[in-house]
C-alpha cells in the first residue's frame, strides 16, 4: 500500500515547508500576508470591500462565540476559535482604516 498523496509539485512544496523551523514559517507567512495586503492595495479600487471583510469576520466570531455554548453545551475550543477570528477582524479593521482614503466607518 503506497501513499496516495503522490509526488505532485504541491506536495513536495508542503513536505519542505512542513521541514522548515518555525521561525522561518513565521516569517514566510508575515511577508506571505505583506504581499497579499499590497497586491490587494494596487488591485481593488473600492476599498469598500475591506470594510465588508472586517465586518464578515467580526459577525462569524459572534457567530463562532455564540453557536458553542447554546448549541453544543461546552465551551471547549471556543477561545481559540474566537481570538483567531477576533484576529482576523482586526487585521481586516486595520487595512480598511490604513487603504480608505476617507474613512467614515473606523
Do not use: D, W
Amino acid at each position: 500500500m503506497g501513499s496516495k498523496m503522490g509526488n505532485s509539485p504541491v506536495n513536495i512544496s508542503f513536505e519542505k515547508l512542513r521541514k522548515l523551523s518555525m521561525k522561518v514559517k513565521i516569517f514566510l507567512g508575515v511577508l506571505f500576508a505583506l504581499c497579499a495586503l499590497l497586491s490587494l492595495k494596487l488591485v481593488v479600487k473600492r476599498h469598500y470591500y475591506f470594510f465588508i471583510a472586517s465586518e464578515v469576520a467580526h459577525a462569524a466570531g459572534t457567530i463562532a462565540l455564540v453557536y458553542k455554548p447554546f448549541s453544543l453545551k461546552t465551551c471547549a475550543g471556543v477561545s481559540l476559535i474566537t481570538q483567531e477570528i477576533t484576529a482576523l477582524f482586526l487585521a481586516a479593521r486595520i487595512c480598511c482604516s490604513n487603504f480608505a482614503v476617507a474613512s467614515m466607518h473606523t
